[in-house]
Every structure is written in structure tokens, then in C-alpha cells.
């Protein structure tokens, strides 16, 4: 069965420190991968996407994420979090046939000053 | 506004209503999902409509449920009977092209609470 599952579910990092988030997913065949941010009291946003070429992508607000096939990942990174970023991330995918995203449970980031 | 407005925002029920969420996607997008999401939990896709044709509703956890989306616009999911596992947020979200598309623009959600 396709699914996506997120290994932390709460992660508490000080301001400035590095943060990655990881991500795998269970699908056959070709996959579109997504992760977006949903701010305290706001709605789902993307934060970026990959669909093929450069498994680096880079997206909003200094994240980027590394599709790394032979390991079915897509990990989230920033190398230096602000207060700002607290909020909760979802790492979604779809089959590249289809069109419903998929998502993960979340992970919760509280970033401290 | 410019992005996909949902409403109400906040419904609380009694077990056994009827309610009825609404979602007015952003103009000019041909795709609609809905999604419902429990506490502490990423969302569940419920259906997808192309236009006004529901594509997809295979999520929908039970007859109760169900979706329309008349003229292509605006949708209504609508829940009979309530009850208290029903108690989610329900996410609303469109995008521009069909299938294979790119980013889903998602609305604030309706909170739905069922006593």
C-alpha cells in the first residue's frame, strides 16, 4: 500500500541550530514528493516539491530536501532555524499516475530562542 | 480573497445532525480535493473532483458522507447523522491543472466538533 510515514513527531531545537526531518515513503513506480508548513493558526502551505531532475531541491525560506531514491527518503533540511519556523511540516507524495497527495502524520517543530 | 475560502469555520453538532461544510476554491481552478484531518494526524484524502465531476471518492469513510460539486466552483461536503469520530478538521484545497498537477493551494479548514 502507498503511504508516508515521518520518523520525529515532536523536535524542539534551539534558534540557530541545524534541522532535518526525515521522510520515507512506500510507493511503486514514479513519485511526486512534497513538504509543507502549516504556521500556528494558518493553513497548509508548500514549502517544495519534487517532481524529477535535481534530487536537491530547494524551496522557501531556506529549506531544502534530497530525494534519494535507492533509499525511498526525502528528508527535510535547514541548516539554521529561527524562532519563525515553529510550526508543523507534513511530507506528502503522490504516484506520478494519480492525484491524490498522500500524507504523513507531521512533525512538530518548536524552535526556542 | 485570493485563496480557497472555507466555511464555517468552526460547526459544533449534536451526534445525530446533519451538517454541511462549504469550500469556494480559488477562481479558475479545475481541481478540489477534500481532506480530513484527526488531531494529532496528517490529512486523509476523502474526493476529488475535476470540474463537477467527482473523480474519486474513495476516501469517504462511509455512506454518510458526501460531496458534490455542482457547477464546478464551489463544493459542499456534506456529513448526515454525526458522530463523534466525525470530530476533525475538515481541509479544502484546489489546484489550477488536473491530474499531475503541481502545487495544492489549501484553504484554513472547517473544525468540526461532534458531542
Known amino acids: 500500500a502507498q503511504s508516508v510515514s515521518q520518523h520525529n513527531h515532536h523536535v524542539i531545537l534551539s534558534e540557530a541550530a541545524s534541522l532535518e526531518l526525515g521522510c520515507n515513503y512506500s510507493?511503486?513506480?514514479?513519485?511526486?514528493l512534497f513538504w509543507y508548513v502549516q504556521y500556528p493558526g494558518q493553513h497548509l502551505q508548500l514549502l517544495l516539491k519534487?517532481?524529477?531532475?535535481?534530487?536537491l531541491v530547494k524551496g522557501i525560506k531556506g529549506f531544502e530536501a534530497e530525494f534519494i531514491k535507492s533509499k525511498f527518503s526525502f528528508n527535510l533540511r535547514k541548516p539554521s532555524v529561527q524562532w519563525s519556523d515553529t510550526a508543523e511540516y507534513f511530507c506528502?507524495?503522490?504516484?506520478?499516475?494519480?492525484?491524490?497527495?498522500?500524507f504523513g502524520k507531521g512533525t512538530s517543530l518548536l524552535v526556542t530562542p | 480573497g485570493a485563496g480557497v475560502s472555507q466555511s464555517p469555520r468552526y460547526k459544533v453538532a449534536k451526534r445525530g445532525q446533519d451538517v454541511a461544510l462549504r469550500c469556494d476554491p480559488i477562481?479558475?481552478?479545475?481541481?478540489l480535493f477534500w481532506y480530513q484531518q484527526a488531531l494529532g494526524q496528517g490529512p486523509e484524502f476523502l474526493t476529488y473532483?475535476?470540474?463537477?465531476?467527482?473523480?474519486?471518492k474513495s476516501g469517504l469513510p462511509s455512506d454518510r458522507f458526501f460531496a458534490e460539486r455542482p457547477e464546478g466552483s464551489v463544493s459542499t461536503l456534506k456529513i448526515q447523522r454525526t458522530q463523534q469520530e466525525d470530530s476533525a478538521v475538515y481541509l479544502c484545497?484546489?489546484?489550477?491543472?488536473?491530474?499531475?498537477?503541481?502545487?495544492?493551494?489549501f484553504g484554513e479548514g472547517s473544525r468540526l466538533t461532534v458531542l
Open positions: 484545497a484546489s489546484s489550477l491543472a488536473g491530474v499531475n498537477t503541481g502545487e495544492l493551494f
Open positions: 477562481s479558475g481552478h479545475v481541481s
Open positions: 510507493y511503486g513506480g514514479t513519485v511526486n
Open positions: 506528502a507524495a503522490r504516484a506520478n499516475s494519480g492525484y491524490a497527495l498522500n
Open positions: 473532483f475535476q470540474n463537477e465531476a467527482q473523480l474519486d
Open positions: 519534487y517532481f524529477s531532475g535535481d534530487p
